[in-house]
Antibody, heavy 127, light 108 residues
């Protein structure tokens, strides 16, 4: 069955760039049936959507993070990645990658709910 | 942004109780709402999409209803495995997708 696994440094210094990769196994990332998303959860807090990418490379970004956010997809490695620049302590969180289904509405197609999640990886921003 | 609220924030219940959690959106999201269950140290698990569609493998004691701005998640008979935090999420608008603050269901 499809599995997602986040990887990357667990500690990032303030003002530096946080980089994470999500590796998809048990299925192809190169599908028109799903999108691929990032969500984070600060310690003891709720869930915040970061951004979503399609296998073609098109993205949907959270406006609050857009200026610092870069997402790419590497179909040859079945991976997608996140880079968040100029991090501060407020970016300390568990970061999840997840598969998003499609929303089909007459005239438009877009990302839907997050149906399969990675286990999450804790990233701490500290000097 | 579409703001999502949930009530109550915490709910104390006993095994066998019928439990209802409410989620409200700041504007209409039609039926584009999902419900997730999260246990400590684990990733959220999708329970319901499109307001009332039960995901494969989710016990039928879970059900969802509503449209527009008001939605409910109901657990018909609370089981020991159901003690967790529940989140709603709207996907009517991706600018941005937003989650509710969560409802913690704990043991009475």
């Amino acid at each position: 069955q499809l599995q997602l696994q986040e990887s990357g440094p667990g500690l990032v210094k303030p003002s530096e760039t946080l980089s994470l990769t999500c590796t998809v196994s048990g299925g192809s990332i190169s599908t028109s049936k799903f999108y691929w998303g990032w969500i984070r959860q600060s310690p003891g807090k709720g869930l915040e959507w970061i951004g979503t990418i399609f296998y073609s490379g098109s993205t949907y970004d959270n406006p609050s993070l857009k200026s610092r956010l870069t997402m790419i997809v590497d179909t040859s490695k079945n991976q997608f990645s996140l880079k968040l620049s100029s991090v501060t302590a407020a970016d300390t969180a568990v970061y999840y990658c997840a598969r998003q289904g499609l929303v089909l509405v007459p005239g438009t197609v877009g990302p839907g709910s997050f149906d399969i999640w990675g286990q999450g990886t804790m990233v701490t921003v500290s000097s | 942004d579409i703001q999502m609220t949930q009530s109550p924030s915490t709910l104390s219940a006993s095994i066998g109780d019928r439990v209802t959690i409410t989620c409200r959106a700041s504007q209409s999201i039609r039926s584009w709402l999902a419900w997730y269950q999260q246990k400590p140290g684990k990733a959220p698990k999708l329970l319901i999409s499109k307001a009332s569609s039960l995901e494969s493998g989710v016990p039928p004691r879970f059900s969802g209803s509503g449209s527009g701005t008001e939605f409910t998640l109901t657990i018909s008979s609370l089981q020991p495995d159901d003690f967790a935090t529940y989140y709603c999420q709207q996907y009517n608008s991706y600018s941005p997708f937003t989650f509710g603050p969560g409802t913690k269901v704990d043991i009475k």
